[in-house]
């Protein structure tokens, strides 16, 4: 009786290891999309604002600033997407290459149940392009609706050095968060490096408007 009780306690040691190591897995997959999702819209926010400001270095009317930014927007999220699809597919053709020699060493052609989860569990080209995408154009928004409706030139550029700012703290601090890090240091570097993109992309248009070419 006491060697069955023993074995049950085993068991129920064994699963509740087995379901705590999915879990932790299945937390770390998650994180790394979020992450992945967080560093998208930063790259969104940073190259947008950088574009927006760049062309109102030179052109202080809101129309240019807007398309500038749209243009962007589309052009990055569409970058993004192909970027993402062919990385995702290649990865994908290489899992399934392998897959493929193991099963044929292994089991002479026979799909496994690990096998089938593990198909399964293969990353989705179309969903990964989608998501890198919309993440890309939610960060891009943020300086497009800054820079909406407001015809003073000062007072746009401060509103979208102002918005963009708020944003790099917070994707800083998501960033920090998923990725365990110090979140001080990480949201002022985040902060930091898009104020200098800003700041660079700024003051090189305004020289080479400046000198007439």
């Known amino acids: 009786m006491a060697h069955i009780q023993a074995s049950l306690n085993d068991v129920e040691q064994q699963s509740g290891h087995n379901l705590k190591e999915q879990d932790d897995f299945d937390y770390s997959k ?16 940073v190259s947008t604002a950088s574009l927006m400001m760049g062309v ?27 970027g993402e699809f062919v990385s995702v597919y290649s990865q994908v053709d290489i899992e399934l290459a392998q897959m ?18 593990e198909m399964e569990s293969l990353p989705n080209p179309m969903q990964a392009a989608a998501a890198s995408a919309l993440a890309f154009s939610t960060g891009a928004m943020v300086p497009l609706l800054a820079a909406s409706f407001i015809r003073k030139y000062k007072l746009r550029v401060g509103m979208v050095v102002g918005a963009v700012s708020l944003a790099l703290v917070l994707f800083g601090w998501l960033g ?15 902060l930091i490096g898009g104020w ?3 700041a660079i992309t700024y003051g090189l248009t305004k020289l080479i408007g400046s000198s007439g070419l």
């Open 100 to 117: 493929k020699r193991e099963r044929t060493r292994g089991d002479r052609g026979e799909r496994t149940g690990e096998q089938e989860r």
């Open 56 to 82: 109102g270095a030179v052109k202080q009317d809101i129309k240019a600033m807007i398309i500038t930014g749209f243009a962007g927007l589309v052009a990055g999220a569409c970058s993004m997407a192909i």
């Open 196 to 198: 200098l993109a800003m």
């Open 176 to 190: 920090a968060v998923l990725g365990r890090a110090p979140i001080v240091r990480s949201s002022v570097r985040v």
């Open 30 to 45: 998650r994180s790394q999309w979020l992450r992945a999702a967080v560093l998208g819209a930063n790259d969104g926010l």
